[in-house]
C-alpha cells in the first residue's frame, strides 16, 4: 500500500465533502459518478476508517472525514492555483442563455479564456427550459432574463439590458411627421398616436417587450396586433434595418445600428425600461475552479455592458 494516496482519490473527497453528494461532486469534477464512488471506497481502504455515511440525501461527513478535510483542502487548493491552464480546465463548462446575449456579449467576454485551454459548451434557450437545466445538472451556468425562484438554483444579478424603441431612418421620419401633425401633441415627444401607421414587429405573439415599453413608456396598453412576429430579436434587428418597422429591442443589440445610423431611436424617455439578467447556477458547482472563473469574468465584463 502506497503511503501517500493519490491526487485524484484526494481530489474526489474534497468534492463530496464540500458538495456534500456523490452527485454534485462527479458535475464538480466533470467525471462520471461511478468515478468518485471508487474514489472514496479506495481512499477508505487506504485509511482502514469510514469517510462518510450516505444517506438519501447525499453523504455526511465523519470526523475522520473532518479531519482529512482540514488537513488537505489548503494544499490542494494552492496546487490547484498553480497547475498549468489545461489541468485548471479539465472539463467542458456548460453555458446557458439567450441566443443574442451570448452571442453578442457573453461569448466574446469569455474569448481570452478559450484561448488559454477552457472548453466551452453553450446551450441557448427560454428562462423556464435553461433553469430546469441548471436545477438538474445539464448546465452548470445560465443567464436568465427572468429572476429565478428555484429551489436548488442560486443566482446572482449580472447586469441591467435597456430596451429602446427603433425603426429605420425612413420611419423614423415618419414617426417625427405623423407626431408633428397630431393636434395637441409635443413636437419633442413622440406618442403612440404617431406610431399607428408603422408595421410593429413582435418578439413573439403575446408582444411582451413591445407591451412592456408601451404601459411604462406611453403609460398606455397596446391594443394593436404586431404585424411580424419572430422569436429571434436578431430577425427583428434585421427586419428593421431593411424597412419593415419598428420594435423594441436591447440596446446592445441595437447600439451599433444607433452609431452608423442605420437605426434611429423613435422616443427617448427619461426613464427607459429596464430588465435585470441573473447569472444562476447550483450552490454544489461554487467550488469548481473553471465554472468560478466563467462565473467570475462574466460579472466583471457585465461592469460595461
Same mark, same amino acid.
Not at 481512499?43 to 455515511?53: A, I, P, S, V, Y
Not at 463548462?93 to 446575449?101: D, N, Q, S
Not at 401633441?185 to 405573439?205: C, E, H, K, N, T
Given at each position: 500500500?502506497?503511503?501517500?494516496?493519490?491526487?485524484?482519490?484526494?481530489?474526489?473527497?474534497?468534492?463530496?465533502?464540500?458538495?456534500?453528494?456523490?452527485?454534485?461532486?462527479?458535475?464538480?469534477?466533470?467525471?462520471?459518478?461511478?468515478?468518485?464512488?471508487?474514489?472514496?471506497?479506495?481512499?477508505?481502504?487506504?485509511?482502514?476508517?469510514?469517510?462518510?455515511?450516505?444517506?438519501?440525501?447525499?453523504? /455526511?461527513?465523519? &470526523? =475522520?472525514?473532518?479531519?482529512?478535510?482540514?488537513? @488537505? %483542502?489548503? +494544499? *490542494?487548493?494552492?496546487? #490547484?492555483? $498553480? !497547475?498549468?491552464?489545461?489541468?485548471?480546465?479539465?472539463?467542458?463548462?456548460?453555458?446557458?442563455?439567450?441566443?443574442?446575449?451570448?452571442?453578442?456579449?457573453?461569448?466574446?467576454?469569455?474569448?481570452?479564456?478559450?484561448?488559454?485551454?477552457?472548453?466551452?459548451?453553450?446551450?441557448?434557450?427560454?428562462?423556464?427550459?435553461?433553469?430546469?437545466?441548471?436545477?438538474?445538472?445539464?448546465?452548470?451556468? /445560465?443567464?436568465? &432574463? =427572468?429572476?429565478?425562484?428555484?429551489?436548488?438554483? @442560486? %443566482?446572482? +444579478? *449580472?447586469?441591467?439590458? #435597456?430596451? $429602446? !424603441?427603433?425603426?429605420?431612418?425612413?420611419?423614423?421620419?415618419?414617426?417625427?411627421?405623423?407626431?408633428?401633425?397630431?393636434?395637441?401633441?409635443?413636437?419633442?415627444?413622440?406618442?403612440?398616436?404617431?406610431?399607428?401607421?408603422?408595421?410593429?414587429?413582435?418578439?413573439?405573439?403575446?408582444?411582451?417587450?413591445?407591451?412592456?415599453?408601451?404601459?411604462?413608456?406611453?403609460?398606455?396598453?397596446?391594443?394593436?396586433?404586431?404585424? =411580424?412576429?419572430?422569436?429571434?430579436?436578431?430577425?427583428?434587428?434585421?427586419?428593421?434595418?431593411?424597412?419593415?418597422?419598428?420594435?423594441?429591442?436591447?440596446?446592445?443589440?441595437?447600439?451599433?445600428?444607433?452609431?452608423?445610423?442605420?437605426?434611429?431611436?423613435?422616443?427617448?424617455?427619461?426613464?427607459?425600461?429596464?430588465?435585470?439578467?441573473?447569472?444562476?447556477?447550483?450552490?454544489?458547482?461554487?467550488?469548481?475552479?473553471?465554472?468560478?472563473?466563467?462565473?467570475?469574468?462574466?460579472?466583471?465584463?457585465?461592469?460595461?455592458?
Amino acid at each position: 500500500m502506497s503511503a501517500v494516496p493519490s491526487l485524484d482519490l484526494l481530489r474526489s473527497f474534497l468534492a463530496v465533502y464540500r458538495t456534500g453528494s456523490i452527485t454534485s461532486a462527479a458535475l464538480l469534477l466533470g467525471v462520471a459518478q461511478p468515478t468518485v464512488t471508487a474514489h472514496i471506497h479506495s481512499l477508505e481502504n487506504h485509511l482502514g476508517r469510514q469517510l462518510f455515511n450516505r444517506h438519501a440525501r447525499g453523504a /455526511a461527513p465523519t &470526523t =475522520v472525514a473532518d479531519e482529512l478535510a482540514e488537513r @488537505v %483542502a489548503r +494544499p *490542494l487548493d494552492a496546487l #490547484e492555483s $498553480v !497547475l498549468p491552464v489545461a489541468d485548471r480546465f479539465p472539463s467542458v463548462v456548460r453555458l446557458g442563455g439567450p441566443a443574442e446575449m451570448l452571442g453578442e456579449l457573453a461569448i466574446p467576454a469569455l474569448a481570452d479564456l478559450v484561448a488559454g485551454g477552457m472548453r466551452l459548451e453553450v446551450t441557448f434557450g427560454l428562462p423556464t427550459e435553461l433553469l430546469d437545466a441548471v436545477a438538474v445538472g445539464r448546465i452548470d451556468l /445560465a443567464i436568465c &432574463t =427572468v429572476r429565478p425562484r428555484r429551489r436548488g438554483v @442560486v %443566482a446572482q +444579478p *449580472l447586469c441591467d439590458e #435597456e430596451f $429602446v !424603441l427603433v425603426a429605420s431612418p425612413s420611419w423614423a421620419s415618419r414617426v417625427m411627421e405623423a407626431n408633428r401633425a397630431t393636434p395637441g401633441a409635443d413636437p419633442d415627444v413622440i406618442g403612440p398616436r404617431s406610431l399607428r401607421d408603422v408595421p410593429l414587429l413582435a418578439y413573439g405573439a403575446e408582444a411582451p417587450i413591445l407591451r412592456r415599453y408601451w404601459r411604462t413608456v406611453f403609460q398606455t396598453r397596446l391594443t394593436r396586433t404586431p404585424d =411580424v412576429v419572430a422569436a429571434d430579436l436578431r430577425a427583428l434587428l434585421t427586419a428593421v434595418r431593411a424597412g419593415a418597422g419598428a420594435t423594441v429591442l436591447p440596446r446592445y443589440l441595437v447600439a451599433a445600428g444607433l452609431r452608423d445610423g442605420s437605426l434611429r431611436a423613435v422616443a427617448s424617455p427619461e426613464l427607459p425600461p429596464l430588465n435585470t439578467l441573473y447569472l444562476t447556477c447550483r450552490p454544489a458547482v461554487a467550488e469548481h475552479r473553471a465554472i468560478t472563473t466563467v462565473r467570475d469574468t462574466l460579472l466583471a465584463a457585465a461592469r460595461t455592458w
